[in-house]
């Protein structure tokens, strides 16, 4: 195999990065208000632990690392794959959603045959016949009937009764680009933690958590590449807590797709077919404040006589 040339700019992240003491009286205010939009420097920062060479995409916006990283992680939480290919440079916070303005990554592209050549190296030949089945839906998608706002409407209101993602991707002829992220507070819940957290951890990492558990990255993507080329519209994936809590959820898979100034525009979304619990989420930042700034211990004092 050929070796992956790959330029980039690698700064490593620290073991730890110190953090200022939070007034009480802010604390509590910042929890009632609603957090304001916050632009995020597009340094490459990666996870110390994530050596670029190890990562690559494809014109087809598939992206693999052949690794699985578990320093820098937020609790027991996976790393979103798509954030170590493509930097955040703006979040936008709103009431019932966040979203990730994405930038891709200045990483030379790896050819199609790359990703063949490693799965038939690891035996993964069902994910051989998934990868074609995928990329002949990839090569179909300009003829694709574009979605009607009827369609989208629905697709809306179901996704706001449950945690769900969505990627928005423009698609062109050479090339299909993430542009931006997005996901409900109830998707935050369902992998318990809460904004503030997100936050904390995005302005340290420059990456993103996913609920989704990661043992084997190459194993996600073939689940992706089934889901996908065979039009699944439900499909059970593993998932992960922040506490590590693993258990099975049915996702929703809906595509949308319209046209924007002659461009074509998709919208993926995973619907995560289950209740959260928000009292965990809660529990879990109140949790790493009190490790981060725990409270002082009561002194006893000897009466002098």
Known sequence: MNPIKIQCAIIPLDKSIKKKKINSKNKDSSQNS??????????????????????FRTKENIQFALTTFNENTLGELGINIFSIGYSVNQTEVRQEKMEYHFQVRDFELADISTIYQMLKLMKM?????????????????????????????QVEELASKYPYECYTFR???????????T???????????????????????????????VNN????????????????????????????????????QVQ?????????????YWIYLTDTNQNLAI?????????????PKECLYKQIK
Not at 37 to 51: A, C, L, W
Not at 256 to 268: A, C, D, M, P
Not at 283 to 295: D, G, H, R
Request: hydrophobic content about 35%.
């Open 125 to 153: 030949e069902k994910a051989c016949t998934n990868l074609s089945k995928y990329l002949q839906r990839y090569e179909q998608i300009s003829s694709i009937p574009f979605s009607t706002q009827f369609e989208i409407n």
């Open 34 to 55: 609603i957090v304001k939009p916050k632009e995020f420097v597009t340094s490459f920062i990666f996870p110390k632990n994530i050596n670029s060479r190890q990562y």
């Open 283 to 295: 529990q879990n930042y109140e949790a790493s404040l009190e490790k981060l700034y725990p409270k």
């Open 171 to 181: 698609h062109e002829r050479d090339e299909s680009v993430i542009l931006k992220y």
């Open 217 to 252: 990255y190459l194993q996600i993507w073939n689940q992706v590449f089934e889901a996908v080329s065979n039009d699944q519209q439900i499909f059970e994936m593993e998932v992960q807590n922040f506490n590590g809590k693993i258990f099975y959820v049915k996702i929703k």
């Open 256 to 268: 949308i797709f319209i046209e924007q100034e002659g461009k074509l525009y998709g919208y993926l």
């Open 183 to 213: 996901h409900n507070i109830k998707f935050l819940h369902l992998m318990g933690i809460t904004i503030d957290m997100i936050e904390e951890y995005l302005r340290e990492t420059k990456t993103l958590p996913c609920a989704i558990r």
